[in-house]
Nanobody
Framework: QVQFVESGGGLVQPGGSLRLSCAVS????????MAWYRQAPGKERELVAS??????PIYRDSVKGRFTISRTEQNTVFLQMNRLNIEDTTIYYC?????????WGQGTQVTVSS
């Protein structure tokens, strides 16, 4: 069974940086596109960034130029987040893209506050 374990979140001031990590346990095809999602309370989960197995990234407009997604051959996925702002505050999750039948992990909380 595939499990995602997200880490690296925390409290940071506006303009600060965090690096999120997603470890994947279980067998997952390295041809899958992997992605980071986020979900604020009362809102739908949204796609933040995705990366193909060839390393091609796609970002939502609000994070372009600030966030960088990357991955290893072992399917560990990272999200480097720079110039964070208050609107980035929420829980971040990783999963494949498009979504399949993998369960969601616990996510990692990112809080941007002065």
């Amino acid at each position: 069974q595939v499990q995602f374990v997200e880490s690296g979140g925390g409290l940071v001031q506006p303009g600060g940086s965090l690096r999120l990590s997603c470890a994947v346990s279980g067998t997952i095809l390295n041809t899958f596109t992997m992605a980071w999602y986020r979900q604020a309370p009362g809102k739908e989960r949204e796609l933040v960034a995705s990366i193909t197995h060839r390393g091609l990234p796609i970002y939502r407009d609000s994070v372009k130029g600030r966030f960088t997604i990357s991955r290893t051959e072992q399917n560990t996925v990272f999200l480097q987040m720079n110039r964070l702002n208050i609107e980035d505050t929420t829980i971040y999750y990783c999963n494949r893209y498009p979504l399949g039948d993998f369960n969601w992990g616990q996510g990692t909380q990112v809080t941007v506050s002065s």
